[in-house]
């Protein structure tokens, strides 16, 4: 019969880990924020922008006004017990403020995304009703929640907007980070395998389809290539098809630009461009020929 020395040794060996890894690993109950509430926060905001579809039917009999006035009043204290938790101990004075900063936002941020719900019911013809794109699209959910995750990253809070941008991730494929510069009406098509960096600049009335990539040309020096902008500026009424690497802060894609599917760019376009990929030739062999 075996006897408990290996867990013993493990244990001695784990407890090691813990006072030397680059994170606290061991101890008291860490100032984080919670994963859930966030995931809650995003619930509850999605029900302040489109009542009718994920609102409760319980609450739908009161006015406008009063229904908005409860849903602003539970995003802020929620959103303020979560930032407190992102905070120093010293700073928690704060949180009040910030939370209530956001709130004033939200009405802007609603406007944003009913915006962004038509430019994808505009472009897109397999949609069957602005209903079906918000109960199934996932390319208007990473949206939304990029619009909230953005304007808390704005206001310089942290953890927050990627916690809740890589819920997004999780949830639909699309990697937004939360510092990415998009303008309106913005329309991702399918949308799975999309990646945005954080000085990504997209501006009005742009079309991404799936797997395209806007990202750093190289992050070989990781932490040391801050500050800087790393990441492509796509322009005004730009549609990317799908595949497309754009790479580095320095390219552009000019205005009024249609970048073809699987192009790999590291430099800048011109407006109204179209950029091609030639297909690779097609062989077609009779089995015949090959026994």
């Known amino acids: ?16 880990t813990y006072s030397t890894g680059a994170v606290p690993l061991y101890g008291k109950k860490l100032r ?21 579809y994920y609102g409760e039917a319980a609450l739908m009999s009161l006015a406008p006004e009063d229904y908005a006035a409860l ?4 995003i802020e204290k929620q959103l303020q ?73 704005r206001l310089h809070i942290p953890i927050l907007p990627r916690m809740m941008s890589e819920y997004a991730h999780s949830h639909t494929g699309i990697d937004i980070h939360p510092g990415a510069q998009i303008g309106d009406y913005f329309f991702i098509d399918h949308g799975t395998g999309i990646v945005v960096g954080e000085t990504t600049v997209i501006g009005d009335r742009v079309k991404l389809y799936q797997g ?42 000019g205005r009024g630009s249609v970048v073809g599917g699987n192009a790999f760019l590291t430099s800048s376009v011109q407006k109204d461009t179209r950029v091609v990929i030639h297909a690779p030739e097609t062989v077609f062999k009779s089995r015949r020929d090959t026994e």
């Open 71 to 74: 849903l602003l009043e539970r």
């Open 1 to 16: 019969m075996m006897d408990d020395t290996h867990i013993c040794t493990a244990a001695r060996a784990m407890a090691q």
């Open 212 to 253: 395209v990539t806007l990202g750093a040309l190289s992050t070989r020096d990781g932490h040391h290539s801050l500050p800087g902008k790393r990441h492509p500026t796509v322009e005004d009424d730009v549609t990317i098809y799908s595949g497309a690497s754009i790479l580095g802060g320095d390219t552009v894609i």
């Open 32 to 52: 984080l924020p919670d994963r859930q509430a966030v995931i809650l926060l995003i619930k509850d905001i999605r029900r302040l922008i489109f009542p009718a």
């Open 81 to 153: 017990r979560q930032i407190v938790l992102t905070l120093p101990e010293e700073q928690e004075a704060q949180a009040a403020e910030l939370a209530a900063e956001m709130v004033t936002k939200l009405p802007q941020i609603a406007r944003q995304v009913q915006m962004d719900l038509e430019a994808t019911f505009d472009g897109d013809p397999a949609a069957g009703s602005r209903e079906e794109i918000l109960f199934s699209y996932p390319g208007l959910f990473a949206i939304l929640v990029y619009r909230v995750a953005h304007e808390l990253y």
